[in-house]
């Protein structure tokens, strides 16, 4: 084997690796913000009530709160 190759093959073989982990932290996020985002969403719904005199309807599920007239 040539220098080139062996080269060639450990920034391949970077490439890979770097390429797993950038993937492994978009799932973990994803599935993070997958989770918590209809708490969050609730939050800034209860927020956005208060802030327009209207009050907070909790929704069947979680994200699914909306503000109604008082």
Excluded: H
Excluded at 8 to 37: D, P, R
Excluded at 39 to 59: A, E, H, M, N, R
Aim: glycine fraction near 8%.
């Amino acid at each position: 084997m040539s220098i080139n190759s062996i080269l060639t093959s450990l920034k391949s073989k970077v490439t890979l690796e770097y390429i797993i982990i950038v993937a492994a932290i978009f799932i973990a996020v994803m599935t993070v913000s997958k989770t918590l985002g209809g708490y969050i969403q609730d939050t800034v719904t209860k927020s956005s009530c208060l802030l327009v005199d209207k009050v907070y309807v909790s929704g069947s599920r979680i994200g699914e709160g909306y503000c109604s007239s008082k």
